[in-house]
T-cell receptor, first 115, second 112 residues
Framework: NAGVMQNPRHLVRRRGQEARLRCSPM?????VYWYRQLPEEGLKFMVYLQKENIIDESGMPKERFSAEFPKEGPSILRIQQVVRGDSAAYFCASSPPVSSYNEQFFGPGTRLTVL | QKEVEQNSGPLSVPEGAIASLNCTYS??????FFWYRQYSGKSPELIMFIYSNGDKEDGRFTAQLNKASQYVSLLIRDSQPSDSATYLCAGGGMNRDDKIIFGKGTRLHILP
């Protein structure tokens, strides 16, 4: 299966701990996007990355959140010192490098619960 | 602030009828539009995208785009109970690297 992969699927953290969410794009895709979804809310864009580059991080909170997409390995969304308000579903999507229209394909998501 | 607006629903449609989902967008520069289906507790699944004025058909689904009115719609013919889900409308910018803006989604219930 060459779909977008995310792990872990469920993550429980206590307030103040760190959360690391991983995303491997579809085979052949080089563009990765992270979104956050709260219950009954739409998808909120967080960050857009290409290999070793952050293209658009306009949706990232200024503090505690960071993202990377290294030359080797998955993209990682890192949340430091988590708070209860960080509890949400975090989705990763990828799109192919030659697409003109930026159609994005989503992974299964990571459900983060902060106790 | 670029926005994509959808009626949250729920929209209830009898099985076998046509379900019509609507979406408006604020950014006149948007060039491409996407419809995603999301089952409860699952991730969004791309079902259609459209970038030219007019209709685009794929099986039981038809996407319609009217750039002058800044309006996008999705028609589902011969609705099935398995079509019950939340449908997310999304709009892209003028450039390939512009982020996609998602609406909050419309919940669709197909009544058996």
């Amino acid at each position: 299966n060459a779909g977008v992969m995310q792990n872990p699927r469920h993550l429980v953290r206590r307030r103040g701990q760190e959360a690391r969410l991983r995303c491997s794009p579809m085979k052949g895709h080089s563009h990765v996007y992270w979104y956050r979804q709260l219950p009954e809310e739409g998808l909120k864009f967080m960050v857009y990355l290409q290999k070793e580059n952050i293209i658009d991080e306009s949706g990232m909170p200024k503090e505690r959140f960071s993202a990377e997409f290294p030359k080797e390995g998955p993209s990682i969304l890192r949340i430091q010192q988590v708070v209860r308000g960080d509890s949400a579903a975090y989705f990763c999507a990828s799109s192919p490098p030659v697409s003109s229209y930026n159609e994005q394909f989503f992974g299964p998501g990571t459900r983060l619960t902060v106790l | 602030q670029k926005e994509v607006e959808q009626n949250s629903g729920p929209l209830s449609v009898p099985e076998g009828a046509i379900a019509s989902l609507n979406c408006t967008y604020s950014d006149r520069g948007s060039q491409s539009f996407f419809w995603y289906r999301q089952y409860s507790g699952k991730s969004p699944e791309l079902i259609m995208f459209i970038y030219s004025n007019g209709d685009k058909e794929d099986g039981r689904f038809t996407a319609q785009l009217n750039k002058a009115s800044q309006y996008v719609s999705l028609l589902i013919r011969d609705s099935q109970p398995s079509d019950s889900a939340t449908y997310l409308c999304a709009g892209g910018g003028m450039n390939r690297d512009d982020k996609i803006i998602f609406g909050k989604g419309t919940r669709l219930h197909i009544l058996p």
